[in-house]
């Protein structure tokens, strides 16, 4: 069974920076695209960055240029590197795997279960 393992969330203040990491269990991580997602409050989940096995990434425009994912497959991890952090970035963020592109990203079928990022001005 595929498990997702999320660290590195916490409190900071407006301009500081976090480190996310994400542990995967199996095989699979390596030849699939990985990324995460985030929840604010009220809000629907939504694709922050995400990373194709052969290392191609994508971001969404609100966190270009603040954020850095990477991977490193022979660990099985993948990590969300944080600067610049903004209030707005305060959400749950999810570790998620594999992620489809059709045209559009899609959420694939594995979840971690969540880490807290929060952003006070």
């Known amino acids: 069974q595929v498990q997702l ?3 590195g969330g916490g409190l900071v203040q407006a301009g500081g920076s976090l480190r996310l990491s994400c542990v995967a269990s199996g095989s699979f991580f390596s030849r ?3 990324g995460w997602y985030r929840q ?3 809000k629907q989940r939504a694709l922050v960055a995400a990373i194709a096995s052969f290392g191609s990434t994508n971001y969404a425009d609100s966190v270009k240029g603040r954020f850095t994912i990477a991977r490193d497959n022979a660990k099985n991890t993948v990590s969300l590197q944080m600067n610049n952090l903004k209030p707005e970035d305060t959400a749950v963020y ?3 795997a594999p992620i489809i592109f059709d045209g559009n990203y899609r959420a694939g079928a594995y979840w971690g279960q969540g880490t807290q990022v929060t952003v006070s001005s």
Do not use: K
Request: with cysteine; hydrophobic share 25%.
């Open 5 to 7: 393992v999320e660290s």
């Open 94 to 96: 999810y570790c998620n």
């Open 32 to 34: 699939n695209r990985v």
């Open 40 to 42: 604010a409050p009220g």
